[in-house]
């Protein structure tokens, strides 16, 4: 939508490749380039959350993440829009853990794993030096 609040409409299918209702799409966070939007959808108690991309006209969807019945969630970027930071629960037994994976969904890697604390809603710093 427009900053004033006009011209709002729908970005994406909200029930992306099916037609089964009741997919929540949320935490949607802009890359800093403006040119697209990550954000989670919760496919259902088997599949759990996933991050996924758009460009920023609605088209080009991506899944990123694909770890069936583990939650990939809360996606930030870094300033350069290169990287995308989030929480996982893909490793049994723990409440999430912060990892980093490249805007395309490749490389995904643990940045933060202390199994004792649920981290989750990581963000970089402006300087991308610091989450």
């Known amino acids: 939508m427009n900053a004033d609040g006009s011209g709002r ?3 994406i299918d909200p029930h992306p490749g099916t037609t089964v209702p009741g997919f929540t799409q ?5 890359s800093p380039d403006g040119s697209r939007i990550a954000f989670q959808i919760d496919l259902g108690p088997s599949q759990g959350q996933e991050i996924f991309v758009v460009d920023a006209d609605g088209t080009n969807l991506q899944q990123l993440t694909s770890n069936a019945g583990r939650d990939n969630h809360s996606p930030s970027w870094t300033p350069d829009s290169t990287q995308i930071v ?32 649920p981290d989750s809603y990581a963000a970089m710093s402006p300087d991308g030096m610091k989450i």
């Open 26 to 30: 949320s935490i949607p966070a802009w």
């Open 9 to 11: 409409g729908e970005l």
């Open 86 to 117: 989030f929480t996982s629960r893909r490793d049994p037994g723990n409440d999430g853990e912060v990892w980093i994976m490249d805007a395309n969904g490749d490389n995904e890697q643990p940045i933060m794993s202390d199994n004792s604390w």
